[in-house]
């Protein structure tokens, strides 16, 4: 059984700083692109950075670039994303994603993109 489990979501102050994993398990991603998403109180979800299976070449939304960082660890299977900077509207659950088309060397920002999907964790940042 495929599972993505995210971690490291919290509640944290404007201005500070988490540390998001999600560690894969059942099979490995270390030749597939992985993601990460978030969705925030009644508003759908949205892209928020990706990585290739090689960690290459990363992409992140535009409002995101300068504070977010995606690495991966193939290794460990795992995918992490280094939030700085935090403000309130970055409060939403982040769901992590992966898998694709093997060895592609694009970034996906859609989501029908990804086979694979955790459950989730929650980031509260407050004002």
């Known amino acids: 059984q495929v599972q993505l489990v995210e971690s490291g979501g919290g509640l944290v102050q404007a201005g500070g700083s988490l540390r998001l994993s999600c560690a894969a398990s059942?099979?490995?991603?270390?030749?597939?692109?992985m993601g990460w998403f978030r969705q925030a109180p009644g508003k759908e979800r949205e892209f928020v950075a990706a990585i290739t299976w090689t960690g290459g070449i990363t992409d992140y939304s535009g409002s995101m670039k300068d504070r977010f960082i995606i690495s991966r660890d193939n290794a460990k299977n795992t995918v992490y994303l280094q939030m700085n900077s935090l403000k309130p509207e970055d409060t939403a659950v982040y769901y992590c994603?992966?898998?694709?088309?093997?060895?592609?060397?694009?970034?996906?920002?859609?989501?029908?993109?990804?086979?694979?999907w955790g459950q989730g964790t929650q980031v509260t940042v407050s004002s």
């Open positions: 994603a992966a898998g694709g088309r093997w060895r592609d060397y694009r970034v996906y920002r859609r989501e029908h993109e990804y086979n694979y």
């Open positions: 059942g099979r490995t991603f270390s030749s597939e692109p």
